[in-house]
């Protein structure tokens, strides 16, 4: 499992339509225009990969993203899945899983989390802050 976090000062995604990449791509059910907005959040890009173990990496990517919520004193946290970071993804419905896993154990963390849409193409607005340990890229194995 590979993440890229950012420290941004805000984070917005608006839902375009159904992805049709990677072969076997699973959809997460949409309800409308989906729209989400975060100020002050962790935002973890995360790409799921063949052979991550489930709770190895889920709990890995978690303490990470809760680690760097408690450098920055915000408690808000976005997971975006994000299959660009690798060639070796995983089967998308087990992706899904991963990702939904990552959210609970962050929620048990008490970070207030929010998880974009699997599964579809968004539009994106990132604004990082511009300090030391904004940026960070991790692998979990």
């Keep these: 499992m590979k993440a890229l976090l950012f420290h941004a000062e805000e984070y917005g995604v608006n839902f375009h339509s159904l ?9 997460e059910k949409v309800d409308g225009k989906e729209k989400q907005f975060c100020k002050d959040c962790v935002v973890a890009f995360v ?4 052979g991550d173990n489930f709770d190895r990496t889920s709990t890995g990517v978690a303490k990470e993203i809760k ?11 976005v997971i975006v ?5 690798s060639n070796k993804l995983c089967e998308p419905k087990r992706g899904f ?5 990552i959210e609970k154990k962050l929620k048990k963390m008490k970070v207030d989390v929010l ?4 599964g579809s193409n968004k539009s994106l607005h990132l604004d990082i802050y511009g300090h030391a340990g904004n940026a960070r890229y991790r692998e979990f194995y």
């Design 67 to 77: 680690k760097m919520c408690d450098e920055v004193r915000h408690e808000s946290a």
């Design 81 to 85: 899945p994000f299959a660009h970071l």
């Design 47 to 50: 790409t799921v990969e063949k």
């Design 97 to 101: 899983e991963i990702l939904e896993e």
């Design 19 to 27: 992805s049709n990449r990677p072969k076997g791509i699973f959809h």
């Design 115 to 118: 998880r974009t849409h699997f």
